[in-house]
């Protein structure tokens, strides 16, 4: 049984095939294509410009000015993300209430997000921005190729938004795959999200969040949907952190992941949603999320790692420590501790490093959660300075 596509879902379709958008299966298919398609010389400066870490912003502005010196070229290397495109437009496709009037894409790249969003809402004004002169260009000739009147592109900086639109003016604004590399986003060592949140050292300059706050309507149907590689727990509530700071007001029940395959890989990101009001008890919001449509069982033999981890050590009420012991690695990755912990009915056996990783070993007996705990001690202390501790207040101690 055929089960019928939505008007929707066929607009999805229909749009992803004008462009060519199709994925790649591994990342030999993807080179292949482009070998077959492109000049030589460009895909071998292509790739070796795709070896550099997001980190490296000149590295990064020098493949996407080579990957958008023409519309082909740019297309076909956005098939990497083809599957993130289908998963994103048809998210798009279900959200409810009136169509936007005015839409701004920040970071719009060669215009694939902005030119959707004009052929979804055909009534509605699109703006797309970008600080790259060629990518612009490649955006508007996309439009221009499917005679889209209702979507503009400018080359701006994100910190003009402010000085050039009106207050209020945007009904929502979108970012796909932008911030992480536009402010190079870091998380910092931590040993939890609440010790993360409590940091200031998460995301320095958060002024773009506040000029995005000034161009968005104050009304509850108005927002800021934005959509990053954030692949942890500790990632995502950096993010939140800075929104919130910002004076927006995150929509948790909205929220949800989008996932996807990329080159054969299985990927997700987070799609945030916030409005123009802040928030209040991050963490909570932070932990009901991750936790959202899970059942978090415990039985004597479980395992959960990050986020389930974290989250069902901290929320666990009425624990008691019972020993721990901390590793410096001396090759400079990190912090590792080993910790177990017996609540009234089961024993704890906590594994987590300051950054990210979490194991939580449920047992039934404290011999068996012992006998792990020194398993584990003596797999890891070759690799490190080992620190023992009987208590809360010695691991204090222990400088980092």
Known sequence: ???KKTREEQLVIQYLNKLGLKPYKNNRQFWDDLKRRHNQDIVNQLSEKMKVNDTDLDSLSAFYELKNSSLSLSIDVSKISADLYKKYFDWFTTQKGQAPKRILEVGCDNGIVACFLATLYPDSEVIGIDHRLNTIERAKELAEKLNLSNVSFIQMEIGEVATRFDKQSFDLIVSLSVFHELLNLQTPRYWSIGELLEMDETIDDTS????LKTLLKNNPSSKWISCERLPFMGAISVWAKAITASGFHILWDEMQYLHFQELGEQQKMPIFIASTQ????LLEKVYAFESKDKVLQLFDGKTLKEPEAEIVFEQTEDKEFVKGVEIHFT???GNMRIECWKTREKIFLYQFTNIGYRELKVFGNIEKALSDFENLKEQWTPYGKTYHYESI????QIET
């Open 393 to 396: 207040e010695e691991r204090e």
């Open 208 to 211: 773009s969040f506040i000029s």
């Open 278 to 281: 802040n928030n209040i008890d």
């Open 1 to 3: 049984m055929t089960i």
């Open 331 to 333: 090759n400079g990755s």
